[in-house]
């Protein structure tokens, strides 16, 4: 996910964790298409989080994400078949801490993942931290690595 | 009948059940069925304007339906629909 994030540094990378009783085995980077689906910007308005529309194309994948949609669904049935469950949820933040924004928040519709934010703004010490965001809540989930 | 995936958040309102069976000749049908039978549905998919939310996906086996026709994309007999949330943040 580190490798990840530094690749695409200066736009937010995103990518999914799957596994079994909260053990991760599986990971599929998922491609960031903030900036060329149009769709984006319209559910940002819809959750009245950051609006996307002032911002030029060029640089919306700076500050925000959007999971390409064909992507997140062969991912899913992916795991349907390997029968794996969704366990995180990642993206990273190039310039600002590893904790979740207003917007992040706002969009948050997968109750049951943990969201995992991997924060460049040290770009030679990444900060990498997850929480659970249910009802606009934010509570730190905790992790290891083995 | 019409296999339908339910995400997470909706499962509360299908007994926990990730994957349904509804009838209908139609997405917007199909939704329809699945609310007479499972309350709430309807009304967790669609705004208050009855189009679909913009952070609902829809599919139609592998296709999304906002490159077919949308929820009047008709369906047959063995189609599957998938609801999938969609994901996104940003700073």
Redesign the interface.
Known sequence: MVAHARELNPF?C?G?LAGRNGAVVHHYR?TNT?ANDV??A??????H??GLRHLPETTRAE?????D??E??AA?KDMRQRQLDLIV?Y?S????PAY??T??IG??????AA?LIISLEQKSKPDIRAYWIRDRQVVPAEFHSI | MIKVRI???LRPLTRGQGEVEAKGASVAEVIANLDSIHPGLKQRLY?ETGEL???V?I?VN?E?I?FLKGKETALKEGDEV?I????????
């Open positions: 937010e995103c999914l998922i903030v769709r984006a319209q559910v940002f308005d819809e959750a989080v950051k500050v925000a994400y959007f999971m949609p064909k997140m669904l899913f949820i993206h933040h190039t310039a600002s979740p924004s917007t992040d969009l948050a519709y997968y109750p049951e969201y | 995400p997470t958040p705004d939310r913009r952070f996906n599919y592998e999304d906002r998938s999938v949330p969609a994901i996104a943040g940003g700073r």
